[in-house]
Each structure stands twice: as C-alpha cells, then as structure tokens.
C-alpha cells in the first residue's frame, strides 16, 4: 500500500554530506556508461577508424580514384601495402577513403531519419487523434513493402546516385520505424502525472514537447539512432555491393568488396576484400557494443541510486 | 445582446449574494465516450461526473471522498480544465472558465492549481527542484530572473525544504519530500484555489500528518482555498470544513465536517464511517456496529436504475430502483440524496 520506504528524516543524514555533488540524470547515465567495458572497447576501436578516415591523406599518398592499368591486382608491396584492385588503383587508400565515404552515410543518414522519425513520431504521439490515424496509415504502407526493394525501386529509377541522394532516399524509406519508436513512448508519457502538472500550469505545447517529452524519450532515441547507423552502414555495402549504391569509382567498402564477386580475387586475392569486410564488421560491432552500452545506461531498471 | 446583458444582470445579481464564493460549480457533467466494434462508433457513455453541482467559499476546504471510480479525480481535473466537460458550468472567481480556450485559461491558471496524488510520477525526473518550481513562474512569465529566484527560494523554505536542496534531483528524495516540491511547484503562483488530488495517499501514514499539517499551515499563511480529494474520511477529517461524499458520478451527500462525522444521513456515509479502523480502549463498551457493504462499485458505463447506491445499500427499497434521488437540503448546509430523507 505505501509505496514509501524512506523516512522522513533522511534529511538530516543528508546534512552530512551537503558537499556531495548533485548529478543529473543525465549525468548519471553517463557514468553507467562509462562503466561499461564493452561498450568502451567499441568507442575505442570506433575512434580509431574514424580517425583513419579524418587522417587518410596522412597516412596514405595514394589517389584512391587514380587507375593505372599497368598495375592491375597487384599483390601487397611496399608501395601498395594490400595491393591494387582490377583497375590497378591502391587498395589501402581506398580502405581508408572508403571509410570516409561509408561512415559519412552511415552518420548523415542516421541524423536524416532521426529528424524525420522524431517530427512525425511528435506529431502522432503528441498530438494523437486523427494526425496520428494519418501517420501511422503511411508508416504502414512504408513498413508493408519491404525497405530495401524500395529503395533499389527508386534507387533505379535515377540516373545517377550522388552520396546526398542515397542518404536522401535511404533516409525516406527507414524513418517509419523510428517514428513508431518514437510516437510509442510519447504516448506512455502523455498520461503521465508530470506531463498533465506542466498542462495545469499553463505551459505551451512547445514547452510540453521540448520540455517534458524529448528529455524523457531521449534514451530510446539515442539508442535507436546508434543502432541505425549500424545498419545503415551495412545497407551502404549491401546495395554498393550489387552495384545499386554509390557508384564507382568512389571508395567505399561495400565498392571494394563487389570486386570479389570476381572468382580470380575471391580466390588469390583476399588482401582485397578481407580488409574491407573486417572494416565493416568491426565498425558495426563497435557502434552496436556503443548502443547496447547506452541501452543499458538509460535503463532505469538498471539505476543504482 | 440581451442574452449577454440578462447573463450579465443575473452574475451581478449573483455576485452581491456570494461576494465570498471563490467556485461555483452548476449541474456539471463529464462523460466518456466509450468506442467498440471495427469503426470505433461510439457504444456506450461512461458517466465519470454526472450532473455535480457545489460551491467553494473563500478561505474554505471542501473535501471530496469517494472510492476508486467515483469520478472525484475526474472531477478536480475537468475544475482545473484539463479534461473538458461534457455539459454545466464552471464559475472561478466570478468568471465563467467552462468554455475558455487554452490560451484564455493560461491567465487563469495563476490563480487556480493543483496537487498531484503520485509524487513519483508528478515531478519531471530530469528537472533540477530549482528548475521545476521556477517553472510555473517561467511559463507564466510573470517575474524577470533574479526575482524569479527570489520567489523560488521564498516558498521553498515556506515547504519546509532547504536551499541547498535546489541543485537536486528527484530521484534524490523521498515521497514525502518529494510532495513538498510539488506543494512548492502549486503555490509559487500565489494561487487562490489549490485542488489537491489525493496528495497524501502515496505516503506513510507518519509523513502524511507531516504534509496534511503543512498544508493546513500554509492555508493559513495564504488565505488558500482547498478542493481536497482523497478517499477515506479519516484523511479528510483533518482538513476539511464541509465534506462530500461522492458515489458514481454524482454526490450522495455533502454537509460540515462536524455534521457529517456525527449525524451521517446517507446510508453509503454512514458505511464509510463505520470502516474507519478506530483503537477502542473500552472493549466491550458499547462497541460501534460495522456496516458492511455487498460487493463491488458498479460500472459506470452501466449504472444501477434510480439510485445508484441501491444495489449495496443496506435500507433499500422498492422506490430507489424506480427514482432518482435528488440532492436535498435536509438541515442547514446538511445535502443528502437518498429517499429516506425525501417526503412522499
């Protein structure tokens, strides 16, 4: 029947250590996550490979675009540390460039489809009623035909795909289930306590949304958003890899791996496709390590007072 | 023009009468609309509030008992209008706030507030105490940044909590304490009227003194008026002036405290008096009898004909299944609904 175990006169207890540091929520699930071992080892290794991609020209001085048909699938050398692909171009630049280019999609896209899923999933969960019917009827339609024949749909459809068209279409076609996500948790939290306290005071919906709302869902979001870029990252390389993503001769992994669809490298060549695939795998798994490790610090049911 | 004029006639009329009424609330109704099938067509009415009428003087506290799904908290939250009502009238300081618009109600909101029942889900667990009782004033936009503070740190040593607890979170206190941010978060408005929504069934019996005498106190400090909400008497019994007893939707009987504790006419009050667990020293000398009641509260989708109180009262009989009991003036201030009470 009572909820309320503490006694009244913590208060005094709490005199003693007046110089305790008061810490946020936020603050607190930064230190969780902080604790979480795994999820530091894949900040670690994910900052590694974005620094390789930011420092490329330094460590390299290979033109990653520049073919030389004299030196075609090289093996590894002192000058072409994994070789060189079929147009004889430097396969370790292009492991380097091509991560620039694949964590660049994964990163913009994730943030496209974030803002895309958080204003359509505000306007349903907030404003319910017949908006939310409308919204989550295209959600529907989007989440029936699968992501990613549409997205070769349109991807074929166009003549040419530029690196900001590909987010723009990738970015269209996933926002439904964030925006699900989204609207998911703004409904439980509409008829919270708190939230009918901030309408009694008179506070604007603006106030309710960025004040109230966002700062409550930020967990599920952020969660959500690092997982995406996982997958974006993978859907990068997928579709680079049939030959339906960025188009050649832009580096990126997914582009270096479609060389190995050719039998002679898949077989005496895996200096060519090992490091992209061990690229991509290792990205993924670090942002994924990142996610879970957030998961885990937003969770209340995890919260040690 | 004249229906406004003749509106206008009969306030003012009314105002000379009740110059100290601070709310007046007339004939009013909430219903749920409760949807089913494929279409979601409208199959049937819930009556959370059917047909209250009651008024507040300044100054006063009225308490509202009922059981869970009586509509008492229905009722507080249609006054403060965040649920609209279905049909009556709203009159809070002489103006008629029923049909108010939200952008009219936010004014009107400084005078009017409420406490929450659930201090665990009623404070925003990512606000700072500084940030959530500075909210109100934010919102209302009524004072610049240093008196703002000011403000904030006045009516947080009124509550009884302390300055360094400003920088701290929620999740930092306990229920109790936690209850007196929100006291704060209602009265850093200097409001007139506070509903209080079952602010001290969340706590320990031994911390609920604590908050029902501070509120007392601070009635008192700040010429507040009180809706109190809460569903046993005996809580009510400490605060109230004039007591209601809600059942269904709608008011079995609404008297002074002192009347009601006393001489209940209502035989769902006279139950409800009777479960209060007393410690009786004399055992054996002349024992109070318990009125047990027979099952549950009925649907309010769906309730009892006539009265809707017959189908557990103990002094039913026929007529109660074929009228309705209208609530009459029995004593002086003494409002009972029940066909005992009723002449013919």
Redesign the interface.
Known sequence: M???????N??DELEIE?TRK?????QLSLRRFLKNKLAIAGMIVLIIIIGSAVFAPLLTDHDPKEHNLLKVEQKPSKEHILGTDSSGRDNFSRLLYGARVSLTIGISTMVFTVLLGMIFGTLSGYYGGKIDSIIMRITDLFLALPFLVLALTIIALLKKVTIGLFVVIIAVTSWPTLSRIIRGTFLSLRE???V?????????DF?IIF??FL??AIGPIIVNATLLMAAMIIVESGLSFIGMGIPQPTPTWGNMISEAQGLRILRYHPEAWIPPGLAILLTVLSINFIGDGLRDAFDPKSDR? | MTMLTKQQEALDEKRSIDEDVLVEVRNVKKYFSIKGGILQKTVGQLKAVDDVSFTIRKGETLGIVGESGSGKSTLG?VL?R?LDSTAGQIIFNQTDITNLRQRQ???I??DM??V???P?????????IEQLIE??LL??GKLAKAARKEKVLEVLEKVGLRK?DL???P??F????RQRI?IA?ALV?NPKFVICDEPVS??????QA?VLNLMKDLQGDLGLTYLFIAHDLSVVKHISDRVAVMYLGRFAEIAPKKQLYEKALHPYTQALLSSIPTIDLNVGNAKKEKIKLEGDLPSPANPPSGCTFRTRCPKAHDRCAVDRPELLEIEKDHFVACHLYSEG
Do not use: C, W
């Not at chain 1, 009572?2 to 009244?8: A, D, I, L, M, S």
């Not at chain 2, 969340?202 to 911390?207: G, H, Q």
């Open positions: 009572h909820t309320v175990n503490e006694k009244e913590q208060h007046t008061h810490r946020s929520p936020l919270q306590e708190f009918l306290g901030a309408r009694a005071i008179g506070a604007s106030r004040r109230h700062p409550n007072r | 939250r403060i965040l109600i936010r004014p909101r400084e507030q409420m929450f029942q659930d665990f889900a009623s404070l925003n667990s990512k606000m700072s909210e109100p919102v209302q360094d920088q701290k979170y999740h930092e306990s229920g109790g304490q929100s978060r408005l969340a706590l320990d019996v031994s911390i604590q």
